[in-house]
């Protein structure tokens, strides 16, 4: 096309999925081609053999991550690149078959009611990468040349001279390297390096690295432990319908009173917000991080009014000052009643067992032990907390009932040892199925691991067998201009992710569940499979047909004709959606759900309490305490508005 000609385009995952695209001019383009395309060309890629149109493009858009340079530079020099450690693992699944038809459609073939035995190769470093402690503050998240994962701190060194006497490794190329004779400071690992096929060699990629003028920076820095975390109702609506929420929703209920009558307390809670969760249902590649709704001039308002109550407790008898409380009661309140509860826990990275990952690297273990026994997880905080044992491990988008993996903690002293530089981190086992209960890789997704004790009590009926299904491979395909086009308007048209997520809270809440938990169970775990493979669509190109299941579908998702969006839907969205989603129509009754009674639950507990507080004085609010009413010799007051000024009269 024309448009062609005079821009480029480039489109992340994330992009594809909200329509948007990054144009960029030719001649610009055509400048900067060996910084943005690390010396590599589209006719180099289509010689040897092409590569995915979907993966090209968001390879291509990886300079556009916002990202900061570290403190101290990353010296190419200092990295190396070898091929991840990928072994097979047997244990049951909750199956769904799916396979591809002549056409290359991908379909649901059968969905066994019996847990299946499945081996499933697993590639444990999947995104991960190390590095010697103390090159970096923290774990992080890199970016630079083709390169995006997580960067994760493990003594490498120190192992080849300990445990596997032997410092020698093999690139994908299979040159030999000495990690201590090059002073290799920084493993990355083959699907770190998105474009590493292309490169004749490593000393190719870093000819080309430098030639370019090119550094590696950092996208994210891994986030401090934090004792609280707020909820999300996806996690919430998954547990069994006869769950009691009472001591679920016991830390919002003491918060909620408190506001209402202790006034020390309720002075300490103006002028802070509420902790917000990203949108569960917009881009799942944003790992659910946390961010704050934060209105500057109203929380320095708030704060002047909570040191105004310290001078002059009756104040709080002043119906603004009044009408500022009960707002944030109302905002509390409300967040609580859609699912945003406190609870132990906190948002960490989820890592690899870097000590497995060595066995393979410097002792040739293709099937390495590692330091995590099955069904463990290492994390140095709770590790380091006396009254944890086993924690939740959580990730968002959170749909099915096979998304609960519990896990004990594992605290040996060469845990310690090892792992001790990981201070937020969470590293899992080589030799279970967590990263498919979870839909994780190692490249900087976050999981929220949880020890609270209400909530492993909820959840402990929960199955442990993840849900499984065979994902398809990506077809390298040459790289045109007809191609991406084809690429990016398929993927424009096939984003369903936000509408697939609220479909099944809509059949988590449906009142038959009451009688038959697990009536919705397969059309759950089908429409898990639709959502993935349309949040992968960008890079593969296939979608699910679902069959049998689509009519239903079709009458959970908004119709496609606008004319028929605003008439009432068959199946309604839950009624706590009022508060989680800020929903107003289409909303169903009360049910026994998780959710819907948690939002009764809380109304009902809290809501007719009254406001009062014990603020050491029965005297009664005088306006006049607020005036200074000093006057001079005169006996006229010093101070007094002048109601001609220009302040008052413009």
Known sequence: SAASDVYKRQATTGQVRNVTVTLMRKDFFEKHK??????LTTESINANGGMNVGKYLSYNALSLSSSVKPQTVIDIDRCIVVKGLETVVTDKVKYIDIRTDDNGQCYVNDTPKEYQTKSISIEHTDGAGMFI?????????IRGGYIKGAMFPFDFRLFTH????????????????DVEEEDIRYIITTSQLKMWKQYESWEHYKAKFKENNLELSINSYANPPKEEVTFSYQFLQTLPNNTDITELCKPAIEDLTKLKTDFDYMKSQL????????DDDTDEEIKEQKSQTVDTNVERANYYIAKALDIYPPLIHDKHIMNKVQSLFKAKKRAYMGGKLPMRGYYSYVAPDMYAFCEYLFMGNTDPQGLVPENCVYNKYYAECEDVEEILCLRSPHLSRYEYPRRKLVSSDECNKWFGYM?????????????????????????????????????????????????????????????IYDTLVKGFSNNI?????NAITKLWNVPELADDPLMYDDMINVICALSNYAIDFPKTGKNLDIGEYQKLYKELVPPEDIREKFKPQKI????????????????????????DRIAQYIDKTVGSKHYKYEIGTDEEFDYRQLMNNSVGKNSKPLFEVNRTCLLYTS
């Not at 402690?133 to 998240?141: A, D």
């Not at 002028?271 to 990203?278: K, R, S």
């Not at 839950?574 to 026994?592: I, R, V, W």
């Open 34 to 39: 060996g910084f943005l395309m690390v010396g």
């Open 133 to 141: 402690p103390g090159e970096l503050p923290s774990s992080c998240q």
């Open 162 to 177: 300990e445990v596997s006497h032997n410092s020698i490794l093999v690139d994908p190329w299979g040159t030999p390297h």
């Open 271 to 278: 002028g802070l917000t509420l902790d917000e969760v990203t």
């Open 423 to 483: 201070e937020s981190d969470t590293v899992v086992s080589c030799h279970d199925l967590i990263s498919k209960s979870l839909q994780c890789d190692w490249d900087g997704d976050e999981i929220l691991v949880c020890p609270d004790k209400a909530l492993l009590k909820a959840a402990e009926s929960l199955p442990q067998e993840p849900l499984y299904y065979d994902m398809q491979k990506a077809e390298p395909q040459q790289i045109t201009n007809e191609a």
């Open 497 to 501: 992710i936000g509408e697939s997520s």
């Open 572 to 595: 309604k969205y839950p009624q706590f959606f009022k508060y989680a989603k800020g929903k107003k129509s289409n909303l169903a009754e009360y049910t026994d759900s998780p959710m």
